[in-house]
T-cell receptor, first 112, second 111 residues
Framework: DAGITQSPRHKVTETGTPVTLRCHQTENHRYMYWYRQDPGHGLRLIHY???????DKGEVSDGYSVSRSKTEDFLLTLESATSSQTSVYFC???????????FGPGTRLLVL | QKEVEQNSGPLSVPEGAIASLNCTYSDRGSQSFFWYRQYSGKSPELIMF????GDKEDGRFTAQLNKASQYVSLLIRDSQPSDSATYLC???????????FGAGTILRVKS
């Protein structure tokens, strides 16, 4: 398995609370991604990073921010969690353009 | 907006049969095509990738790509109950490294 960990693996929080999810990789891959997965929608890209401090928005970026201060860590922050952000969040990594993405184990987030 | 379409299923096949999973995509500039398998409650894992028109075989799995018709398919020969999962098709564009995923096809292999 690709060396990707996500923390926490499960989280329950309340509406309006800020939440930060962490993705850590040991593969020294350039690209890192955050996706959310919801029934009927498949995987949707939230944000991605193509290097330290280099990030860009994905399809569903509203209400989310990201930071990447080190190659190995990519943080996803829900600035003020809403119930619509209840989902399973996956981090993925890739070595380069067009190359395979490998996924972390996921974080289940419940916003009450 | 790039789109990737899959039949949601479930697709039910008997053990030992060939399972055929299909995917169509809207962006003619797409260059890379991936099939992921996802068991319930788990993360997606790569099964196959294909870049060129034609067939690519790996064990019991064959990926087929037809860029002119904008479809990619996955054949699973000698299907086993352990193949029961959701299969995700993913496509990336001509530039950049973003993937667009289909919603997935649920496959059920009955023993």
């Amino acid at each position: 398995d690709a060396g990707i960990t996500q923390s926490p693996r499960h989280k329950v929080t309340e509406t309006g609370t800020p939440v930060t999810l962490r993705c850590h990789q040991t593969e020294n891959h350039r690209y890192m991604y955050w996706y959310r997965q919801d029934p009927g929608h498949g995987l949707r890209l939230i944000h991605y990073s193509y290097g330290v401090k280099d990030t860009d928005k994905g399809e569903v970026s509203d209400g989310y921010s990201v930071s990447r201060s080190k190659t190995e860590d990519f943080l996803l922050t829900l600035e003020s969690a809403t119930s619509s952000q209840t989902s399973v969040y996956f981090c993925a990594i890739s070595g380069g353009d067009g190359e395979t993405q490998y996924f972390g184990p996921g974080t289940r987030l419940l916003v009450l | 907006q790039k789109e990737v379409e899959q039949n949601s299923g479930p697709l039910s096949v008997p053990e030992g049969a060939i399972a055929s999973l299909n995917c169509t995509y809207s962006d003619r500039g797409s260059q890379s095509f991936f099939w992921y398998r996802q068991y319930s409650g788990k993360s997606p894992e790569l099964i196959m990738f294909i870049y060129s028109n034609g067939d690519k075989e790996d064990g019991r799995f064959t990926a087929q790509l037809n860029k002119a018709s904008q479809y990619v398919s996955l054949l699973i020969r000698d299907s086993q109950p352990s193949d029961s999962a959701t299969y995700l098709c993913a496509v990336n564009g001509e530039y950049g490294n973003k993937l667009v995923f289909g919603a997935g096809t649920i496959l059920r292999v009955k023993s």
